[in-house]
């Protein structure tokens, strides 16, 4: 890869070249990507891939119009065609009242250190290594019959942004994931299959492959004779992997193109209750060596660590400029973008904060209810809040797990569960959205 001063340099000159061919504004935006994958299954290597790229995306402007052009070729020639095919889309597109560049002084000016980027590239032995022991790991769990495979990834991708009001700006990010999904039990008696993962910017940060390997076994067979249960309103406790999923309805709901297009069901909530008091819902775009870490957003303005959720209210949208100019609102820098596309609102790192009760207490008090473990589907309806997932699980009786269970459904409405939710205090950062366990009161379990 060229080194960032080059491509910041490319870049700007490619944003002087398109207001040169008459555009009033452009930025430009550069990906540099390499990635190493390694797939392992029963004993074998299965897949061993590296793999480059690089992309450029220009973004003109004339007017209110906006057109996005992009290439993966840097030559001369390829970048004056992309400059002249960008700025004629630009004069033919409909006006978008809306679109633009940050102005000068909504610019970032202090970019924090985040360490997200590991210095060193893992070699292929070393994932192989991994993954033959974490599937070794898996399969070496009583009970476990088969398997998927384990797969480790890495990747280091470099982003590079300049624009015409002045920004300029690089930064370097890169990750690496070990996983593994093995099967318990045989066609006789049945089968049940589980997983686990780990990702990280750092290998070393990495849970070991033993305990990754040991972890999926482990949930699989205590899939095996898994029943129905009858349909029935009882209290529903997500696992942590599991209640991650109820924040990520949160940040979907929260997005503020959705709400400026009335399509969200939270997009008269703001500043009133929206969660049980104490729950709180923190966004931190600057954590050290975290997932979703960078140190402004997309369009150059500056992010922060703010609480979503504060004691049950919610605090904001996540705007990017577009968004916060619809709704007449000050842009609260969660732009994201690609090199194909214009900007839009996403969150960074979020967790839902720890609450003051261990998960077995939590539970304790459950004549009847459901763990879920894992779910599946999509029946979530941003519009109107009705949830209803694939569940699975184990069934509680008298605050103990008696059996596990499948082929279940779970139904409620996100504005009721968000406000009959708990909290246990057993977060762990892990996915990039993250939580710790989570009790809901009265959904509806729906099997026989």
Same mark, same amino acid.
């Given at each position: ?214 972890? /999926?076994? %482990? ?6 004779? &898994?029943?129905? #249960?009858?349909?029935? =309103?009882?209290?529903? @406790? ?120 261990? /998960?077995? %207490? ?6 009847? &209810?459901?763990? #879920?473990?894992?779910? =599946?589907?999509?029946? @979530? ?68």
């Amino acid at each position: 890869m060229t080194d960032n001063g080059t491509n910041l340099s490319l870049l700007s000159d490619l944003v002087a070249k398109a207001q040169r061919r008459g555009a009033d504004a452009a930025d430009a935006l550069l990906v540099n990507s390499a990635s190493l994958s390694i797939a392992y299954r029963l004993g074998a290597l299965e897949k061993l891939e590296r793999s480059e790229s690089g992309d450029i995306g220009l973004r003109v402007f004339i007017g209110r119009r906006q057109a996005i052009v992009s290439s993966s070729q840097r030559d001369a020639a390829a970048l004056d065609d992309l400059v002249e095919r960008a700025v004629a889309m630009a004069r033919t597109v409909p006006e978008d009242p809306f679109c633009g560049l940050a102005d000068p002084d909504q610019l970032t000016t202090a970019l924090p250190a985040l360490d997200i980027c590991d210095p060193a590239e893992p070699s292929a032995d070393t994932l192989i290594d991994m993954v033959r022991t974490t599937e070794g790991a898996a399969r070496a769990v009583p009970g476990i019959t088969n398997s998927e495979g384990a797969e480790a990834g890495w990747g280091r991708t470099t982003v590079v942004l300049a624009a015409s009001n002045g920004f300029a700006h690089s930064y370097d990010m890169s990750g690496v994931s070990l996983s593994v999904t093995v099967l318990a039990g045989d066609d006789a008696s049945g089968k049940e299959r589980d997983y686990d993962y780990s990702s990280a910017v750092y290998l070393a940060d990495l849970r070991s492959p033993t305990d990754v390997g040991t972890t /999926a076994g %482990t949930r699989a067979v205590l899939r095996l004779g &898994g029943r129905k #249960v009858p349909t029935q =309103s009882v209290p529903v @406790v997500f696992a942590r992997r599991a209640a991650g999923g109820l924040v990520s309805h949160l940040l979907g709901a929260i997005n503020g193109a959705s709400v400026a297009r009335g399509t969200s069901f939270l997009k008269d909530r703001l500043e009133q209750r929206v969660f049980a008091p104490g729950i709180t819902i923190i966004e931190d775009p600057h954590r050290h060596r975290g997932l979703r870490s960078k140190p402004c957003d997309g369009e150059g303005l500056p992010n922060r660590s703010r609480r979503l959720i504060d004691d049950g209210v919610l605090t904001t949208w996540l705007l990017d400029l577009r968004s916060a100019r619809q709704l007449g609102l000050p842009p609260t820098g969660h732009a994201s973008r690609g090199t194909s596309g214009p900007p839009s609102p996403s969150a960074t790192n979020v967790y839902l904060d720890k609450g003051k009760i261990s /998960a077995t %207490t939590l539970i304790s008090d459950i004549r009847q &209810g459901l763990y #879920v473990t894992e779910l =599946s589907g999509m029946g @979530v309806n941003g519009i109107t809040g009705d949830y209803s997932r694939g569940a699975t699980g184990l069934w509680i009786e008298n605050g103990k797990f008696v059996y596990p269970v499948n082929e279940i459904t779970i139904a409620g409405n996100l504005k009721d569960m968000f406000l009959n939710l708990t909290a246990a205090d057993d977060l762990e950062f892990r996915y990039g959205v993250d939580s710790p366990t989570l009790r809901v009161e009265g959904m509806t379990v729906a099997g026989l």
